[in-house]
C-alpha cells in the first residue's frame, strides 16, 4: 500500500512498479474506500491524496450555499449531516449562525425552497420565525425571490 500524501498518477506507477491501468485501479479502489481525494484536473495535473484513515465527505450548510448563491463562503467548521438536509434546514442554520455574510448568502436560498411548511415547522422548532419573516423580507428588498405563502406572512 502507498503511504500518506500527494501523488499524480505517474508517481503511483513508479512507486507501485506497475502500469498505468492498474495504477488507475489502484485509485478506484482507495476511491471506494474513503482513502482518496482528487485536486486538479483538466489542464492542470491530477493529484491524488491519500490518508490512512477514512476521509468523511461533507454536505451541509456551506455546500448548499455555495451551490446556490453567487456569494461564496469559506467553511469555519465541517459540517456532517446524517440523513436528509434540505434547503430548508440551510436557511435555519444560516440564521442561527447569525454572521452578515452567511446572512447575505443564505438570502438566495429562498427561490429555490420547495416546501414552506417545512421551513415554518422547522423556524417553530428553534423560536426563529420572525428571523426568517425578517431574511425574507430582506431578500425580497435586495433580489427577486418566490413569493411566501400567506398563510405564513403573519402569526
Known sequence: MLSEGKYTIEQIQREKNITRQSAINLIS???????LT???GGKQKRI????????KQTNGFFDIVNKYSP????PTFKHYTYGKYTIEHAIIDGIKLNQVRTLEATK???NHITNWKR???????????????????KARETIKCKRMPKRYEYD
Open 119 to 137: 421551513l415554518f415547522d422547522l423556524a417553530k422548532k428553534h423560536n426563529l420565525t420572525e428571523e426568517i419573516r425578517k431574511l425574507y423580507g
Open 29 to 35: 479502489k482507495l476511491k471506494k474506500q474513503n482513502l
Open 71 to 74: 456569494e461564496k463562503l469559506i
Open 38 to 40: 482528487t485536486n486538479g
Open 108 to 110: 438566495y436560498l429562498f
Open 48 to 55: 491524488y491524496s491519500i490518508s490512512k484513515i477514512p476521509i
